[in-house]
C-alpha cells in the first residue's frame, strides 16, 4: 500500500447504524492493480452484533403487513432503481444468512434481500470482500427508504471468517448463498450440525449446441456475447461450444473474426466490450487453464498467448485479459471440465444428437444450456435431455423475472424465483390448538 494516500474506508452497517470495524483489509481497482478502498475483516464479534440486531428487528418487521413491507421495498427499488418490486408480498419466518459472490455484486445481493425481507425475515449478508463498495453504498439508501434498524444488516470480510461466523451461527437457520461449489459444500458441511435450510446457486460449465440449420448471423454474435460478456464472469456464460461438423469451420471462421474485434480496455471507456478481470489471483488462475491447455496440445486461435494487449500506461498493471478461444481440446481436459470463469471459451464438432447430448451433459455441473436450431421439434428434444436448470433457444440470457432460476447437480440447491423464493423463505407451520373451557 502506498503511503500518504487516502482511501475509502467502509464500515459494517448494523442495527441502522455504520459501526467501524477493529481491522481492514485491502481492496483493489482491477483496471490498475492499486489499492482504492479499506474494507472491515469481520469476524464472530461483528456477526454476532448483527444477529442480535436482526433478532431485535424480527418481531416488529415480521409482524408488519405484506403491504407496509412493500412500500419500503417500493421506495428502495425507485432509490437504486432496480426489480426489487418484484418481492413486495407475503409471509415470513426467521433470521437469514444471504453471502453473494463478487460478481454482478450488487444485482446479486438485492435478488437475495429483496425476497427475504418482502417475506418478513430480518437479514444478515456478507457480500464478497473484493467487491464491497456498492453494498456499503446500498447501506445508506436503507436508511433513506424508512427501514428500520436491523432488519437488514451488512457486514464485511472474507469468507473463512465473516462468512463461515454467519454460515455456523447457531440463530441463523437460513442460508441462501451464491459462489462457487467448493465454498458451497464447505456451507453444507458447516451447516449441517444446525440443519439449517440452504438455497446454493454455484457454479456452471454451460454449453452451447449449434445445429447445421442454425441461423449464424444471429448465432455468432449472440455466442462471442454469451462466451465473453462481462470477462466471462457471468455464472451463465458459455464456455463449451458443440458445433455440428458440417457447418464447423465456417462458424468458426465467423466466430474469430467476430471475437478479434473485440475491445478490451478500461472500463470507464465507453467503447470497450470487455474489462480487466475481477483480481490478480483469479488472472492467474485462468491464465493458468490457458498454459495447460496448449501443453495438452490444444490449439488457441486467438487471445492469450498469441496476440498482444494494447493498454494505456495507467491500466499496464490491471488484470486485463484477451478474449480466448481454444479448439482442437479433450472433452476430459480441465478446460472442458472446469468452470474457469474467465473470457476462455472452447469450441469442438460433433455429428449426432445423441452424441452432443451425451458430450454436453458430461461434466459434474448443470447450470445453463444454450441449444440453436430451426427446427422446433429437434429443439423440444434436445433441451428436454440436457441436465440443465436453464436452456435457451436460439437466444442467450433473456429472462423472465417471474420463471424459476436455479441448477441441477453441482450448480445448486434449492431454485430462486418469485413462487420459488415464497417457499425457501416462509416457514409453513402447523400449530395444534385445543379449545378447553377457562
Ligand atoms: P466464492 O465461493 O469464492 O465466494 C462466494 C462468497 O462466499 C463470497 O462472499 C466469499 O467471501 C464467501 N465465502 C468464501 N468462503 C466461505 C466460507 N468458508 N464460508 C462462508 N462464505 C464463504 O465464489 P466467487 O466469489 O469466486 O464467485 C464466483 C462463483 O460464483 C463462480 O463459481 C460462479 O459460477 C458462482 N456464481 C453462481 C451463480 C448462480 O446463480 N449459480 C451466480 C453468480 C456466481 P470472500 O470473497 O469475501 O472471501
Not at 456464460?237 to 455440428?244: E, L, P, Y
Amino acid at each position: 500500500m502506498e503511503s500518504g494516500k487516502t482511501y475509502l474506508v467502509l464500515e459494517n452497517y448494523i442495527g441502522g447504524q455504520f459501526v467501524p470495524c477493529s481491522s481492514y483489509l485491502d481492496s483493489y481497482d482491477p483496471s490498475t492493480g492499486e489499492v482504492y478502498c479499506k474494507v472491515p475483516d469481520s469476524g464472530q464479534e461483528e456477526i454476532d452484533a448483527a444477529v442480535k440486531a436482526a433478532q431485535n428487528a424480527f418481531p416488529g418487521w415480521s409482524s408488519k403487513s405484506p403491504q407496509e413491507r412493500a412500500k419500503l421495498l417500493s421506495k428502495l427499488a425507485d432509490l437504486i432503481e432496480d426489480d426489487l418490486e418484484l418481492f413486495a408480498q407475503a409471509e415470513s419466518k426467521d433470521q437469514a444468512g444471504l453471502i453473494s459472490p463478487w460478481n454482478l455484486p450488487l444485482y446479486l445481493l438485492t435478488w437475495k434481500i429483496a425476497p427475504a425481507i418482502a417475506y418478513g425475515n430480518t437479514v444478515i449478508a456478507k457480500p464478497s470482500e473484493i467487491t464491497s463498495v456498492t453494498a456499503w453504498m446500498m447501506c445508506k439508501l436503507l436508511s433513506k427508504a424508512g427501514f428500520p434498524p436491523g432488519v437488514v444488516n451488512i457486514v464485511f470480510g472474507s469468507g473463512p471468517k465473516a462468512g463461515d461466523a454467519l454460515v455456523s451461527h447457531p440463530e441463523v437457520s437460513l442460508i441462501s448463498f451464491t459462489g462457487s461449489t467448493l465454498t458451497g459444500q464447505r456451507i453444507i458441511e458447516r451447516s449441517a450440525p444446525y440443519c439449517k435450510k440452504l438455497s446454493l446457486e454455484l457454479g456452471g460449465k454451460n454449453p452451447a449446441i449449434i445445429f447445421d440449420d442454425a441461423n449464424l448471423d444471429e448465432c455468432v454474435p449472440v455466442s462471442v456475447r454469451s462466451s465473453f460478456a462481462n470477462q466471462g464472469e457471468i455464472c451463465l456464460c458459455t464456455s463449451r461450444i458443440f458445433v455440428q461438423r458440417n457447418i464447423y469451420h465456417e462458424f468458426l471462421r465467423k466466430f474469430v473474426e467476430a471475437v478479434k474485434k473485440w475491445k478490451v480496455g478500461c472500463p470507464t471507456d465507453p467503447t470497450v466490450d470487455m474489462g480487466p478481470l475481477i483480481s490478480k489471483e483469479h488472472l492467474a488462475k485462468v491464465k493458468n487453464y490457458i498454459k495447460r491447455a496448449k501443453e495438452e496440445g490444444a490449439e488457441i486461435l486467438c487471445g492469450e498467448g498469441i496476440n498482444g494487449l494494447d493498454l494505456p500506461t495507467r491500466n499496464q498493471h490491471g488484470y486485463f485479459l484477451l478474449p480466448t478461444v481454444i479448439t482442437t481440446i479433450a472433452d476430459d481436459s480441465s478446460c472442458m471440465q472446469d468452470e474457469i470463469f474467465g473470457p476462455v471459451t472452447c469450441i469442438t464438432a460433433f455429428d449426432t444428437e445423441e452424441e452432443v447430448i451425451r458430450r454436453a451433459n458430461g461434466v459434474k455441473y448443470g447450470l445453463a444450456a444454450v441449444v440453436w436450431s430451426r427446427n422446433v421439434g429437434r429443439v423440444h428434444r434436445v433441451a428436454k435431455r440436457l441436465r440443465s436448470g436453464l436452456v435457451w433457444t436460439n437466444c442467450w440470457l433473456i429472462r423472465d423475472l417471474n420463471l424459476p432460476f436455479g441448477g441441477m447437480k453441482a450448480s445448486g440447491i434449492g431454485r430462486e424465483g418469485a413462487k420459488d423464493s415464497y417457499e425457501f423463505f416462509t416457514e409453513i407451520k402447523t400449530i395444534t390448538i385445543k379449545h378447553t373451557e377457562m
